[in-house]
Each structure stands twice: as structure tokens, then as C-alpha cells.
């Protein structure tokens, strides 16, 4: 039996995909039935239906899968990534919830995490957001300010050998790393609407570009939200690194870290260990994850 030809899924259009094959070719692919599951970063098998189309017969193991969750569905965002890129800006505001919930769900997929500041040329306003995401730093998180309308190069050392995927809310300038990063690609890129305080989406669907034969970036679609449904408490709190030295040692197994008596986690709060923010950050999680 003849062996099906594998390629990497390099854009996904809903229920269509743009899948390069090993020759460097691009074939457009849609699954089988009604059968989804496919992401961008995805290695495939797929089989011809005409010169430029085709069928994913199957998706190969992945090595990680970063994905979001409400009650009702799941969206995956990207798969076989190990770096998670998570842009933000000082204008327009962003919000903290969504810096948390990247991190908690790149902590459960064991996808390692950099917090860039973009737009870092306002520099009052950048100055005021450095203030608050000293603590994520603080926690060994890579914190990276940056303006990439100017320059992106303090950028490429943390992208050299990895697949990253950019990850944010709509208006932080992901689109513009791109572009800077890889002037030929120029995507889609709009003004920040100031009434509403709030960017304009202009990513609709997750894109994989090639830096170098070792290195890898994904744009998506901006975020307003991260649900986090899939993830039980006890894996929301492992997410928390600096939860991690006080995990177990709790007075009841059960211990959500709210109110309990003898929690080693509240104890570490009222000691300085843990930021009160953060711990607030996690009660927020597990009560409307």
C-alpha cells in the first residue's frame, strides 16, 4: 500500500486548511466528514483529490497542543509549539485575566511562555505597564519591551530554534512582528479604534511562517477571552508556578485556596511569598474557569 504524503498545515480557514508539503508546495485540504480537530503547526497525511486539493486522512502525534475551552466548545489554537508569545501593549489597555489565563494554559501544556510589551515607543504609558507585569517577571517569566514598527531584532534570540505562536487581544501589533520580522509578508494590519479602547480584528485565521529551516512563528486571531474549562482546579493551581512549593502541604486534600483553615497557600500570601494579585488572579480562575 502506497504511503500517504505527509506536509504541515500552515494556515487553517475554518474548515479549510493550506497544508505544505515536503517539496515545499502548498495544497489546499479539508478533513474527512465531519471530522475537525485540525490546527495550524499540525503534521497531516493526506491524499490528492485534484492537482492543488486534497483530503487530511490523518493528523500525526503532536508534541503539544495549546488550545482554549468554554462550556460548550473547544478551540484549538495551535499545534506542535513550544513557545507561547503573549503581546500585549500599553495602548490600547489590556487585560491582566487574559495574561493569566495564557499563562495557566502554556503551564498545563508544558509550552514555555514570553511576555512581550510591544508599542514600547509610548514611553509614559509603557513605563506604567511595566509596573504592573514586573510581578510576572519577577515569577521567571522573559519579559520583553518592545516597538515593532521600529525595531524587532531584541526579539529573534528568543525566536531562534523554536515554533512560537503570537498570542493576544486584537490591536497589540502582533500582525505588525510580522510584518517586521518578514517584510515580504506584509499581513493585514488596521488602526487602533480609540472610542472603544479596543483594536480592530484584522488576523482571521491562524498563518505559520518560516523565520529559518529551525525556526517558526504563528500568528492568530486576536483573543478577547481564554477559557480554560478543560482544565480541573488542581491543574489551574499547578499552573500557578509560584503555588508549586505549597501544593500538598495544605490541611485538607481538597483545599481550594479560598478561606480554608491551614491552607499553606494563604499562608504563603499572608508571608509576602505569593502576591496577593495573583492569588486573586486564581480564585477568579477556578470560580469561572
Known amino acids: 500500500m502506497q504511503k500517504l504524503p505527509e506536509g504541515q498545515i500552515t494556515a487553517s480557514y475554518g474548515r479549510q486548511f493550506t497544508v505544505e508539503l515536503a517539496d515545499g508546495s502548498h495544497i489546499t485540504c479539508v478533513t474527512r466528514g465531519k471530522k475537525g480537530g485540525a490546527a495550524c503547526g499540525d503534521r497531516v497525511r493526506i491524499k490528492h483529490t485534484g492537482p492543488s486539493q486534497g483530503v487530511i486522512e490523518a493528523i500525526l502525534p ?96 528568543f525566536l531562534q530554534g523554536e515554533t512560537s505562536v503570537l498570542v493576544g487581544q486584537s490591536g497589540m501589533g502582533k500582525s505588525s512582528i510580522i510584518n517586521t520580522l518578514l517584510p515580504g509578508v506584509k499581513a493585514e494590519t488596521r488602526e487602533i479604534s480609540a472610542t472603544l479602547d479596543s483594536g480592530k480584528h484584522t488576523t482571521t485565521h491562524a498563518r505559520l511562517y518560516h523565520l529559518n529551516p529551525d525556526s517558526h512563528i504563528i500568528d492568530s486571531p486576536g483573543l478577547q477571552e481564554f477559557g480554560l474549562h478543560h482544565l480541573k482546579p488542581e491543574e489551574i493551581d499547578h499552573a500557578f508556578v509560584e503555588f508549586r512549593p505549597y501544593l500538598g502541604k495544605c490541611k485538607f486534600n481538597n483545599c481550594r485556596h479560598i478561606s480554608e483553615p491551614g491552607c499553606a497557600v494563604l499562608a504563603a500570601v499572608t508571608a509576602g511569598s505569593i502576591q496577593p494579585r495573583r492569588l486573586a488572579a486564581y480564585q477568579k480562575l477556578i470560580g469561572n474557569a
Not at 509549539?81 to 494554559?105: G, H, K, M
Request: a neutral charge.
Open 62 to 157: 503532536r508534541q503539544s497542543l495549546l488550545y482554549r475551552s468554554d462550556a460548550f466548545r473547544e478551540k484549538i489554537i495551535a499545534a506542535n509549539v513550544t513557545q507561547i508569545i503573549i503581546v500585549l501593549a500599553a495602548v490600547p489597555s489590556f487585560y491582566e485575566d487574559l495574561v493569566n489565563r495564557c499563562l495557566a494554559a502554556a503551564e498545563s501544556a508544558k509550552i514555555k511562555a514570553l511576555i512581550v510589551l510591544n508599542k514600547a515607543d509610548l514611553q509614559a504609558e509603557t513605563a506604567q505597564a511595566l509596573e504592573k507585569l514586573t510581578l510576572y517577571r519577577d515569577l521567571g517569566y522573559a519579559l520583553l519591551p518592545l516597538s515593532a514598527h521600529q525595531d524587532t531584532s531584541p526579539l529573534v534570540p
